[in-house]
């Protein structure tokens, strides 16, 4: 029997240094951040008349609690499914702090049509005082505006000067050209409302328009579902996006939007998805955009 030693047996043998540990483990190190792994603050999530049957409350909740989601600003068509969230007791023994919002619709025909149907003003002002289980409603939304011209339709004005007079954040799925347009509509020209962009824009303003809206209205923030151009190769954040949430750490939120079934099968995905980018970023940064800024923007301990 031959016992010298081989070429091939003396790499294995390197391979299984200490050495070769070391130097492996700092490569994947430098190749990859470890995820974020604090709370969670879903900022932009519907619980829908359709997806009730499939996904009762113990099913959503069992998805958020899993995924580390503390608190949700919750909305649905229509609004039953928030107030059930809100008022359940499954919902306090998850762990799950519901932030209410009045959601425009009562069904689909309502898309197309709120900012101008006087009927939605006054179903709002009637969910605005019933208020819920977990106390009043904070915010009104998610809405869209397919036209951003309707931003300045009677109902669509009336809403926004009546969202700065009471304090109610408007969560909005529009584009740049309607954000001017809402925030024009409020009696502090934008200064004074708390205008959560829902994807920050799904139409993929560039980031130079973001920046100047942001810089513009003090209190806009960003919601980060949908938006193109946000992260690059393997779910890893794109240069210039990673510039922008470093300039506005303040001003950004995550959310699942929930708004068909399929978003509540992949919820764990999801948020595995903001986990992996959000550890590429500082550790006050994530913590930030993943928690600190919704639970600053509501009270929420
Ligand atoms: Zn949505």
């Not at 016992?3 to 200490?18: C, D, N």
């Not at 540990?21 to 603050?41: E, I, K, N, R």
């Not at 289980?133 to 998610?142: D, I, K, S, V, Y």
């Not at 036209?147 to 339709?153: K, L, P, T, W």
């Amino acid at each position: 029997m031959n016992r010298r030693p081989s070429l091939g047996r003396w790499l294995v043998a390197l391979a299984r240094s200490p050495w070769a540990l070391a130097a492996g483990w700092v490569f994947a190190s430098a190749a990859q951040a470890a995820d974020y792994t604090g709370p969670l603050f879903d900022a932009h999530l519907h619980y829908n008349d359709e997806a009730q049957s499939p996904h009762p409350l113990p099913d959503v909740l069992a998805r958020m609690q899993r995924n580390g989601v503390h608190a949700i600003v919750a909305n649905s068509r229509p609004n039953d499914g928030t107030l059930a969230l809100a008022s359940s007791p499954l919902t306090r023994e998850a762990g799950v702090t519901v932030v209410p919002f009045v959601r425009l619709y009562r069904n689909r025909a309502d898309y197309d049509n709120w900012f101008r149907d006087e009927s939605i003003y006054q179903m709002v002002q009637a969910e605005l005082s019933r208020g819920t289980a977990a106390g009043p409603f904070r915010g009104l939304g998610e809405f869209h505006l397919y036209d951003s011209n309707n931003a300045d339709g009677p109902v669509a004005r009336k809403l926004m000067a009546l969202a700065e007079e009471k304090q109610l954040a408007v969560l909005a799925h529009v584009d740049d050209a309607a954000i001017e347009l809402l925030m024009a509509n409020t009696p502090s020209k934008g200064q004074k409302v708390r205008l959560i962009w829902a994807h920050t824009g799904i139409g993929g303003a560039p980031v130079e328009r973001v920046d100047q809206l942001l810089a513009r209205y003090p209190l806009l923030m960003g919601e980060l579902s949908y938006r193109p151009g946000l992260t690059c190769e393997d779910g890893k954040l794109c240069p210039a996006w990673r510039a922008l949430l470093l300039k506005y750490p303040g001003r950004f939120m995550i959310g699942s939007d929930t708004w068909v079934n399929q978003r509540w099968l992949y919820y764990d995905e999801l948020m595995k998805g903001y986990r992996a980018w959000l550890g590429e970023l500082p550790a006050d940064v994530a913590r930030g955009i993943a928690w600190d800024n919704g639970a600053s923007l509501f009270g929420v301990k």
